[in-house]
Structures are given as C-alpha cells and as structure tokens.
C-alpha cells in the first residue's frame, strides 16, 4: 500500500468564492461566521459532523473525520472573491432572504466586512443577469490575467500559505466542447483571440490553475472539466473538481434509483418537476442556461441503471426535467417527482416524492466540504480530477474512458477509503461474514 505524505495545515486558508454575493455563498459564509461564534453548529457538513469506521465493526472505533485527517479549521478561513455588484455580503444576504433578520444581525459585522472584487461578466453567457462592476480588457487572456492579479494580491494582503476557489456563480448557456477546449495552445489562443466557447468560468478555472490553485466547480458549467484545464491542472500538480452542487431533487434520485436496480424493479417512465424564485432560478428560466442544467441532471439515471445491461427494466424508460422560475418561493425550492415503475409480472406501480427544501442552506454546508477537502488534496500532492469527492456532485468530473459513478452510497465508500488511505489505513471492504477473513491487514492491495 501507497505511503502518503500530508502536509500540515499551518497557517491560513484562504476562500476565493465566485459570486460572493449569492444567495449560496452569503448563506455559506453566515454559517461559518455563526459556528464560530457558537450560536449554531455546522449541520449538513460531511467534515465537521461525520464519522468514519476504522477497523472491524467490533472495534467500535469512529472518530469525526475532521479528527481522522488533517482538515484546515473552519477558523483559519479567509474570504474574499468575485461579483457583479457592488455591494457587501450583509447587503446581498438581507437581499436573497434566505435568513431571517436575527441571524443575519448576529454576524452583520462579520459579513458587512467582505466585499468583492469586480467580476469577469458577460451577458451573452448569462442572459437573465445584468452587472457593471465588472472587469475590462482587451481580450480574454488579460481578464484571466487580471483574475491571476487578485488571487496574488489575496494571498499577499492576508498572508495566506494556501488558497482554493470555488465557483458558486450562475449558470451559463450550453457550449459543446469544441477544438478550442482540447489543447493547451488551443486553449491559450482562443484567449487571446477571444473566443466565443471560452466562458468567463473557464478563465476563473485556468486563472486558478495558472497560480496552483485547486478550482471547485459548483455549477453544471463546462468550465475546468475542458481538457485543456484538466491537463494544466495535472501538469502543475493542482486538484480539481466538480459539477454542479448535488443538493435537491438530484441527490434523491442517485438514491431511489440504486435501489430500483437492487431490487430489479422495471421503470417506465421518471418525471422531475421544479419550482425556484431566486436568482439562480431566473437565471434557468433563459433555455440557454436552463440547456446547461438539464445535461448535468439528466446523466444521472442512465449510468446508475445501466439500460445496455438490464434491457428488459431500463432500455424505453421515459425522463423529463422541468425547472419553473416561480418568484413567491424565493430560495425555498420544491421538487416533485412522478416515478412509475413495474414489478413482478410487469404490474405498475408509482414512487411520487415531494421534497420541499432549502436550495442554499442544502448547498451551503458542500462548499465547506468542497474546499476543506480540496485543499486537503493539495497538501496531500494529488493532482488533477478528484473523483473521490464526486458524492458532491451531479455531473461528477472523470478521467477519460471512465464511467462516472452517481449511486450515492458507493460514491461514499470511494470518498471514506480515499481518506483510509490518505492516512495510511487500509480500505474497509465490509466482507467480515462467518467464514471470510476479516482483518483489514488482509486488504491492503484492495482497489
């Protein structure tokens, strides 16, 4: 087994968010600013609440994760970023309305104290959104040049040892991967000559890469999975991953469907239905952007049921996505499911799932995840695509030739090994039945 080296995590972090004055990231850092005040605690946060097994069951041995690997504490965070407007984070929180008057005035200080730096915007990727506290340039390569500029001169104003950026900005109209996308000097030269299927989030990814800066991919943009970025990133020895944030009505599919499979129940036909009032919402009713979205979402069903293998169940199922922008609900997103499925001697029956749910409070504690574990892979020296973190994700990044994996369960089983064997543990197998060795000694070429 593979030795791992981490370094430690001395010093500060810092957080370079794109759109820092979203409903998702002013949520975000409302939360941090909360915990670490104490008048709340990091719900929904993978690092700071789970647990991990060591060992056999009977060792009843599960330490947090944040005390298994050596996580950055939510308190050596920094933040900074990028945006459209011209407004402080305290200002766009009371805007999106997400939280309630008390506890935004609990940490008003903390959030009136974070401004952004102007953004690399253009509305031909965005139709829904207007801004003008935006950079200028004459073409794409001095935008990202510029972006390159403010990730030094972060780090260099606050002292930082590390930083990670994470795009948690709108979604942009589709672009197919192109020629452009492929090579490095391709890349480089549609910059230069600006472009049109170089969108402003893949200046962010390159201009994070460029400085080694591991780059998180909220959004279901094509971004920093082009593999010209992805080949830059490895090159420099950076992790990235992404995308598209696994909140709502995705993260129940990747659970009902493994279990539709499991048990070899047939599917007809999988109706998703959602209603959204925030601005990510009137940003996915332009069919551009909403184009972007319904590709990330709809890859889901077909690599977790595999319809090539059980044709009889899953080769004429039927699948459609809708998002409704609906201004009355605000951030309070609900999600309506129709699933018909068949059973035994083909007789029909239905799964229907209404999941009313708070898109950025759900989404709030994956960026702290995101970044703690991102770094982490940083100072653990890995490189490029990071498919363990895919449990986060809709569309998770892969390496070339390699199916991606949706089923939640086993998307967690490959996160928790990963940090087994960061720390030099053996992966747990779970084959501990009367019989079957069980030791975990007995696993370590384990794959």
């Excluded at 970023?81 to 008003?108: F, H, M, P, Q």
């Excluded at 040892?161 to 090579?183: C, P």
């Excluded at 939640?408 to 996160?415: G, N, P, S, V």
Aim: contains cysteine; aromatic residues 10%.
């Amino acid at each position: 087994m593979e030795n791992y080296e981490i370094q430690k995590a001395d010093g500060k972090l810092g957080v370079l968010i794109v759109g820092l004055n979203g409903a998702v990231s002013t949520t975000f850092l409302a939360g941090i600013f909360a915990i670490r005040k104490g008048f709340s605690i990091p719900i929904g946060s993978l690092t700071q609440m789970g647990t991990i097994r060591m060992g056999k069951r009977s060792d009843n041995n599960f330490p947090l994760i944040k005390d298994f690997v050596p996580l950055t504490s939510i308190d050596d965070l920094v933040f900074g970023g990028w945006d459209i407007r011209d407004e402080t984070c305290y200002e766009s929180a009371t805007y999106a309305k997400v939280l309630n008057e008390k506890d935004l005035n609990n940490i008003s200080e903390e959030l009136n104290a974070i401004k952004p730096m102007k953004g690399v915007f253009d509305q031909y990727y965005v139709k829904r959104l207007t801004g003008d506290y935006i950079k200028e340039g004459k073409n794409k390569y001095e935008l990202m040049t510029k972006l390159r500029e403010d990730i030094k001169s972060f780090r260099q104003i606050n002292s930082l040892e590390r930083v990670v950026v994470i795009w948690a900005g709108s979604t942009e109209v589709f672009i197919a991967q192109k020629e452009v996308h492929n090579k490095y000097e391709s890349f480089l030269n549609g910059m230069k000559n600006n472009d049109p299927d170089i969108s402003p989030s893949m200046l962010y990814a390159y201009a994070a890469v460029a400085e080694g800066v591991p780059f998180i991919n909220g959004s279901p943009n094509l971004s920093v999975d082009v593999p010209a970025i992805v080949e830059f990133a490895t090159d420099n020895s950076v992790p990235v991953a992404g995308k598209d944030f696994k909140t709502g009505q995705t993260l129940i599919k990747t659970v009902i469907a493994p279990m539709l499979k499991m048990r070899l129940l047939g599917l007809n036909g999988w109706f998703s239905n959602n209603i959204l009032g925030n601005r990510d919402g009137e940003v996915l009713d332009d069919p551009e952007s909403f184009k972007t979205k319904e590709e990330s979402k709809l890859s889901v069903l077909d690599t977790i049921l595999q319809p090539e293998l059980y044709k009889e169940l899953y080769s004429e199922y039927y699948h459609k996505v809708r998002i409704n922008y609906y201004p009355p609900r605000g951030d309070n997103k609900e999600g309506w499911d129709n699933i018909d499925i068949f059973g035994w001697l083909g007789y029909p029956m239905e799964l229907k799932i209404n999941f009313l749910c708070r898109d950025s409070i759900l989404a709030a504690p994956i960026m702290l995840d995101l970044i703690l574990f991102a770094d982490l892979a940083k100072r653990s020296n890995m490189k490029g695509i990071q498919e363990w973190m895919s449990v986060f994700f809709k569309s998770p990044m892969h390496s070339e030739n390699i199916v991606p994996e949706h089923d939640l369960f086993i998307q967690m089983m490959k996160l928790k090994n990963t940090l087994r064997r960061l720390m030099n543990k053996a992966p747990i197998t779970h084959l501990d039945s009367n019989g079957v060795k069980h030791n975990i000694e007995e696993y370590e070429n384990y794959d």
